[in-house]
């Protein structure tokens, strides 16, 4: 009979606050509680922070910026607290650019290698625990309802993480499914696309930006050009509509561009193996086209070559916790305002599915998210934070981005730093105690 073994040793860790997973909501999360005196660990299964800004080279710090349709409005920034203590990090080790123009907003384009630099150095200051190259595998659950901690797989051997309050911020809810507690996937299963980004290096960035603009929505002379010299010339091509990004560093654009969907015309869902193996070997295969593309016909790309692509394929959306709140999409675009409202947002529905991205605009406000959308709907001891949060389909569209990532993990951060050291229950924290907090952190919520 056949044995699945591991005789190594069982690694035991304990903590105040575990935060699985090192995106920006992670990382804000772990800095934040460490900094209240928790003793905080994090898990993140690769080798350094940044989630999908940098595994998957989304590459740039979106939703920070009112959108209006007055063009000659310079960038007024609507989203502040840990987010500003990050661009700072950021500016100083030289990884962030000025704003550049998105549609009828901006966003700011980072070095993914000084991000991860920059993660590692407030990470340390703060004194958390972190152990990459770690692999959660199983919930830890106490009575059927309590979340205890986690079981992982590294290199070293087992481990047990024994926390008083686990953060989900694995982008996926994974602890929250291990743990049975409820969840839902996209809209009625269905989810956003993936998209291979990359890097474009050897472009004459000066020539490029004078013929087709500062925009990085790329216009219509664009979108025509793919229509017109894509399909049947030799080209597989199924984005026209794309956006390409000026960098921090000379002679580059970061390409946001691929529309990755399975042989059959599914949108693939990264939840399942197959499908997430589908979309790294398609998305790398529409990256070269694309290279190729822009090489043979865009201005200032004759002599272009593929730098880099994600570790792994962009993902928007796949499982999301059921909170005890849930963001609407109606809320986007009324620019809805809660009383227990711990973060804000300025940023478009901005939904990937179908042939074409979709952007709906919110015009000179934001929109709040409420604190219950953090907190599972079941579970005791147990909060999450990113783009796991509870919110409908076209919400998460909108809500999913970098800034607000930040600002989900500084609320979150001092939410389980309460509970974990003042026994408080985290559904029994009031959303609006939390907001005066963020607020006296620099915040500006009000």
Known sequence: MTQSLDRRAQLALDADVLVVGGGASGLAAAVVA?????????LER????????????SGTLC??????DNRAAPPLQMVHGFLDEFVAAMEYRGGLAEPVRYGKTFTRVHDPLVWREAADALLMEAGVQVVYHTTVVGALVEGGERIEGVAAYTKEGPATIRAKVTVDASGDADVVAMAGFPFFVGQDGRVQNPTMIFRLMGVDTARFLATYGEDTIMGEEVSALI???GAGNGYDLPRAKIWLFPTTRPGELLCNCTRVIGADGRELNPLF???FSEAEIEGRRQVREYARFFRDHLAGCEASFVNDTGVQVGVRQTRQAKGITTLRNADILAGAKFRNGIARSPWPIELHSGAKPRVEWLLDDVYEIPYGCFVPERGEGLLTAGRCLSAEHEAVASAR??????????????AAALAALEGIAPRDIDGADLRALLNRDGARLD
Not at 46 to 57: D, E, P, R
Not at 63 to 68: C, V
Not at 401 to 414: N, P
């Open 34 to 42: 460490a900094r209240q005196g928790a003793k905080v660990v994090v």
């Open 46 to 57: 690769y080798g350094f922070c940044g989630g999908g800004a940098v595994a998957g080279l």
């Open 63 to 68: 939703g920070m910026y009112a959108a209006t």
């Open 227 to 229: 229509r017109e010299k």
């Open 273 to 275: 193996a197959r499908d």
């Open 401 to 414: 981005v970098t800034a607000q990532c930040f600002s989900y993990g500084h609320a979150i951060g001092h």
